[in-house]
């Protein structure tokens, strides 16, 4: 563990800012602290109450943890504003001292390795407003064209700790789920994550209570408030029948009710690529929000203007992005990714963007066929920035370059074509939902189960595409009846078959970062590279 932060933080450290700087804030909220590595959360019963008026949120959050070993400190974060009123275990309020977002309770009852335990923890305040959601997250709070409050969190970067109090690391997840209950105004409906148990009726409000029977990623935690009219559908899937419910505002039925015949189409081409919808127990809900959407598990969230594209735009500019909405899909695809398999530190979301943004081109791999699949995803390249490493640095809360998304997606695709086998590449996508199924890992045992799959030694490949900013280069050369190779521009040992064209004729290389010779039958006049591959080439 110690070699592969070391080596991560020397291959990136170059590539970081002069003005990057990290705080012990950095550290509290990115590295699993002694506070927090003795107990596992087991189950998260989150109480809370909405008011627009105010702009502000009231509530509980019950905490059932199991003790893995000897402690007496709990860590628990909840961002500034909102603050911690009291903190109750056995009836006793405790006592606990704040570190800026991070807050340090100490625990009277002696806490017993192998035991389970009950932390309620009362909270209050303006959660920070979302200013660009749902990228700079928060709390967003609107109105419909009605005059209706609408009403919704986004808050994957910031982390769910900026509305309410949990151990905000992605390395763990309530084992057992949790219940989300939320009071809003009595003429508002709230939608949240997995299924809804119950509604009650208060004297001036409602509350909405929905129960997750799976574990669930913090920041997938989900509150979409408004004047909502429902409508659905049972998706005969791959494990049985799948609720799939839709929410939009009373004035967009029409509109959603078309838009959303592509769900039950992502869901059977997503089954066929990854293996069964990882939530069937939750269900699958899309939610109309008042921002572009987010991947909350089991409740997708959706403002993409019931139109296709990314907000009407082709991002691939090949044509093939205006066939899907893009939000249906690819907040979609994160249930697979991001959801069922999510990362155990942001250092490693690229396994979340990376294959999530694969998956559209799966998407049209699965109704436009295999062309139309691979010009769109390299339509993407040319949003590549390569200006960070897309694995960031363990332990501080701080996440890769942008490429994890465009970049990703394209170093996957090349796996596709070492691979070279469209059954094989896609019993390892399903593979991979089986075997790391509702599990947190590392990108290291993602590398490790495809290099094992394709039984080839894949860690050149992933150091150089995921630990540096070094872009191959394919250098072929003619020389009458013979050709010679090498990758420049890479680690010494990286190297991956390659498919090239020799006078209209397919050949498999293997290139290394020294030269090769290769004889040909006939004087080489026509040379080509599948351009399926994410590596520059130069031919002379």
Not at 50 to 79: A, F
Not at 114 to 136: C, M, Q, V, Y
Not at 284 to 312: C, D, R, W
Request: glycine share 8%; net charge negative.
């Amino acid at each position: 563990m110690k070699y592969s932060f070391l080596l991560v933080f020397i291959l990136i450290s170059p590539l970081l800012s002069a003005q990057e700087t990290f705080t012990r804030a950095d550290t509290l909220r990115g590295s699993i602290t002694p506070e927090r590595s003795w107990w596992d959360v087991v189950y998260y019963d989150l109480s809370v109450e909405i008011n627009p008026q105010t702009r502000s949120i009231q509530g509980k959050n019950k905490i059932s943890y199991e003790v893995l070993k000897d402690g007496q400190v709990m860590q628990i974060d909840l961002q500034f504003p909102m603050e911690i009123d009291k903190v109750i275990q056995d009836k006793e309020e405790l006592s606990f001292i704040t570190d800026g977002n991070a807050h340090f309770i100490n625990l009277k009852k002696p806490q017993i390795p192998g035991t389970e335990n009950l932390l309620t923890i009362h909270f209050s305040g303006k959660p920070r407003i979302a200013r660009r959601p749902p990228w700079d997250g928060g709390f967003t709070w609107t109105k419909d064209k009605n005059g209706n409050d609408w009403i919704a969190n986004s808050n994957q970067g910031i982390g769910a700790s900026v509305w309410w109090p949990l151990k905000d690391h992605p390395y763990d997840e309530p084992d057992r789920g949790m219940t989300i209950s939320v009071t809003t105004p009595k003429h508002l409906m709230n939608v949240s994550n997995g299924r809804l148990k119950k509604v009650i009726d208060n004297e001036a409000s409602k509350t909405w209570v929905w129960e997750v029977v799976n574990p669930i990623n913090a920041y997938g935690v989900n509150v979409s408030i408004g004047d909502y009219i429902h409508f659905g559908e049972t998706y005969q899937g791959e494990a049985g029948p799948l609720a799939m419910d839709y929410y939009v505002l009373r004035d967009y039925l029409e509109e959603g009710k078309k838009q959303f015949k592509q769900a039950p189409m992502m869901m059977e081409a997503f089954e066929h690529w990854f293996g069964p919808y990882p939530f069937y127990e939750d269900g699958y809900k899309l939610i109309q929000v008042p921002y572009l959407g987010m991947e909350h598990q089991s409740a997708v969230t959706y403002g993409n203007g019931f139109t296709n594209g990314y907000l009407g735009s082709d991002l691939s500019e090949s044509g093939w992005g205006l066939k899907f909405d893009f939000i249906i899909i690819h907040e979609s695809g994160h249930e697979w990714f991001a959801n069922n398999i999510t990362n155990n530190d942001v250092a490693d979301m690229w396994i979340h963007e990376g294959f999530t943004c694969y998956s559209e081109s799966l998407f049209l791999d699965y109704f436009f066929g295999k062309e139309a699949s691979s010009e769109y995803v390299i339509g993407l390249r040319e949003r590549i920035f390569n200006d960070r490493t897309m694995i960031g640095i363990p332990h501080l809360d701080f996440r890769g370059s942008s490429d994890i998304y465009y970049k990703g997606a394209n170093v996957v695709h090349t796996l596709r074509q070492v691979v070279d086998n469209d059954e094989k590449w896609r019993q390892i996508l399903r593979g991979l939902n089986k075997e790391f199924y509702h599990q947190t890992i590392s990108s290291k045992q993602l590398e490790e189960y495809i290099s094992r799959k394709t039984g080839r030694d894949l860690e050149p490949f992933w150091n150089q595409y995921l630990r540096t900013t070094n872009i191959p280069k394919l250098e072929l050369k003619k020389n009458g009846k013979q050709i010679t190779y090498r990758f420049s521009n890479v680690l010494d040992n990286f190297t991956i078959p390659v498919l090239i064209k020799v006078n209209g004729k397919e050949i498999l290389i293997n290139p290394t970062s020294q030269w090769k010779k290769k004889k040909i039958r006939k004087t080489v006049e026509n040379l080509d590279v599948k351009k399926d591959y994410y590596f520059e080439v130069e031919i002379n």
